[in-house]
């Protein structure tokens, strides 16, 4: 069966930076569309970013300066390397995949994955 595990959340000061893992299994790695989501308390998860079997990235326009998504495909792991961490940052970080692509591309919409990680919280103090 596909199982996510996220790690690498954690406190942190404004400024700083972390860097999220997600562990795959249960299913050939690589082939779908694969996203982290982030969600604060009482709120609706929001996407942050998406990477698609292509290796072809897109970001909540938002972030994109300071988040970058990746792969490793040797370790069926997918990344989330985060900058310049701010306050607002603060949430429940969760990986998800087996992404439904919308015109070829993979969308930042929580309707659209079909399994999901148990969530890494991140919080950023000032």
């Known amino acids: 069966q596909v199982q996510l595990v996220e790690s690498g959340g954690g406190s942190v000061q404004a400024g700083g930076s972390l860097r999220l893992s997600c562990a795959a299994s249960?299913?050939?790695?690589?082939?779908?569309?694969m996203a982290w989501f982030r969600q604060y308390p009482a709120k609706e998860r929001e996407g942050v970013a998406a990477?698609?079997?292509?290796?072809?990235?897109r970001y909540v326009w938002s972030l994109k300066d300071r988040f970058t998504i990746f792969n490793d495909s040797s370790k069926n792991t997918l990344y989330l390397q985060m900058n310049s961490l701010k306050p607002e940052d603060t949430a429940m970080y969760y990986c998800a995949t087996h992404g439904t692509p919308v015109d070829s591309l993979c969308t930042l919409q929580a309707r659209d994955y079909n399994y999901w990680g148990q969530g890494t919280q991140v919080t950023v103090s000032s």
């Open positions: 249960g299913y050939t790695y690589g082939g779908y569309c």
């Open positions: 990477i698609g079997s292509d290796g072809s990235s």
